[in-house]
């Protein structure tokens, strides 16, 4: 099948939590949205479900971000399907927590290799039919934690902090080929990811937000929607704070 009309955009991460919601957002009748999962095919195709039921066009594939060689046979079978990317989100990540004298190496490599490797390797794909469009849009999902920093989440937030840096890095190097590159950095959303925490826990973070209250999936997602259209096109090497005034 081909499909050299549709506007592109590749999600990473769509099964689930917020990469679901981008996906749903920018699917639309001129819109096909690719995705990969890392193991859950049962969320992926209740994605593809709801992409369809709001009358757009999505695909699924299985694809661990963070080994080169998954990278590739995911990109190689999105190009079966179009000739172009015009949108790349890299939104899979994880969390692996633990004080730093607990924190297993393990552990420290699959949160660096999944949240900030994955990016790099997407983004080394994506740019180089972008480069050859001369258009495209690179969305990089961090955290709030970026740049605060939490006890506990040294690796997650090292990842995510490495997020930025990285986004202006590629916001310089692609600029002057129309190509931008920025990033969100959502604080505590409603996802599968924050629900691990106990309620307590849930609670007292919600306490302190000063709009009172837990993000949502969608939240992110309107800015993600926004990032990749052309209102936003002399915007690059930004990042957009979803987090409710938690970080300012
Ligand atoms: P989530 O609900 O745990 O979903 C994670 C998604 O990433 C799933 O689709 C998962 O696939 C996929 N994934 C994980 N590891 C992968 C890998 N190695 N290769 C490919 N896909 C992989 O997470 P979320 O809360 O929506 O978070 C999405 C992004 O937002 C992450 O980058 C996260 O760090 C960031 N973020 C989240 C929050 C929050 O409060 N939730 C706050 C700040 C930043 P499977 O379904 O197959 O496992």
């Excluded at 997650?156 to 490495?162: I, L, N, P, Q, V």
Aim: glycine share 8%; net charge positive.
């Amino acid at each position: 099948m081909t499909n050299k009309i549709k506007r592109t955009a590749v999600v990473t991460g769509g099964s689930r939590g917020i990469g679901r919601a981008i996906s749903l957002e920018l699917a639309d009748a001129d819109t096909s949205v690719y995705f990969n999962y890392l193991s859950n095919k049962a969320e992926a195709d209740k994605t593809i479900e709801l992409i369809r039921e709001a009358g757009g066009c999505g695909y699924a594939f299985k694809a661990d971000i963070s080994v080169f060689e998954e990278v590739k046979i995911f990109f190689d079978k999105i190009f079966q399907h179009t000739e172009k990317i015009d949108v790349l989100v890299n939104n899979a990540g994880i969390s692996k927590d633990g004080i730093i004298p607990l924190l297993k190496e393990d552990d420290w490599d699959k949160t660096i290799n999944t949240n900030l490797k994955g990016a790099f390797l997407c983004s080394k794909l994506a740019v180089k039919k972008m480069l050859r469009q001369k258009y495209g849009r690179i969305i990089n999902i961090s955290s709030v934690v970026g740049f605060t920093g939490n006890p506990g989440q040294a690796a997650y937030s090292a990842s995510k902090a490495g997020i930025i840096a990285f986004t202006k890095s590629a916001a310089q190097e692609f600029a002057s080929r129309n190509i931008t590159v920025n990033a969100v950095a959502p604080g505590f959303i409603d996802t599968d990811m924050t629900k691990m925490l106990p309620e307590k826990v849930q609670k007292e973070i919600a306490a302190k937000i000063p709009l009172g209250k837990i993000g949502e999936n969608k939240n992110v997602a309107d800015a993600v929607k926004f990032l990749s259209s052309e209102k936003a096109s002399y915007i690059t090497g930004q990042t957009i704070h979803v987090n409710g005034g938690m970080y300012m």
